[in-house]
């Protein structure tokens, strides 16, 4: 079996689910998932429970977090240089596995915290079994021609443009 890219994009809700979601039915078919986020802390509710599954190993970077926008020079430094070793260090761990996650990966790349040439150059090197997915939004044309699917998550209407705030395990 070849292994295929897939990208999950777009304003709308529903990338990190559609992403957990692929995560789960994976790892009840028997395969191996290495699930990691970049710009989140880890304590959204679905990594509570993907550490409870056998076959999902969920690893995190404990670094500057949040809205790219709101950080600092020095915080994007820093995350510039955490992310990027921790997508190298995923790039090796990933050698054993059947499906890696790399949850806002895209969002990473589009600030520069990592460099999208070295994500592409490992999509394109990445072992010949290994389904990868990508979410963020925006996707570059480099990207977006590298992925098999490509799925994107529109907003129509969203209770956050009403000033309702995230609900955790709803949006969290």
Avoid: W
């Avoid at 191996?32 to 076959?55: A, H, M, P, Y």
């Avoid at 098999?148 to 209770?159: A, F, N, S």
Wanted: charged share 25%; hydrophobic share 35%; with cysteine.
């Amino acid at each position: 079996m070849t292994g295929r890219v897939h990208i999950y994009c777009g304003d709308g809700k529903g990338k990190t689910t559609a992403a957990v979601g692929l995560a789960i039915r994976a790892a009840g078919a028997g395969k191996r998932v290495l699930f990691t986020q970049f710009f989140k802390d880890g304590s959204s509710s679905e990594i509570r429970i993907l550490n409870q599954i056998d076959d999902i190993q969920v690893l995190h970077k404990q670094t500057v977090r949040g809205f790219f926008s709101r950080m600092t020079p020095e915080q994007r430094e820093i995350a510039a240089r955490d992310y990027t070793q921790h997508f190298r260090e995923i790039c090796a761990l990933c050698r054993d596995k059947d499906v890696l996650i790399l949850d806002e990966i895209i969002s990473a790349c589009n600030h520069g915290t990592i460099q999208e040439c070295e994500l592409v150059s490992f999509l394109e090197n990445r072992p010949e079994n290994l389904e990868v997915v990508l979410t963020g939004r925006n996707p570059s044309s480099e990207l977006m021609a590298t992925a098999d699917y490509v799925t994107e998550m529109g907003k129509i209407k969203h209770p956050f443009d009403q000033g309702i705030a995230a609900r955790k395990g709803i949006e969290y």
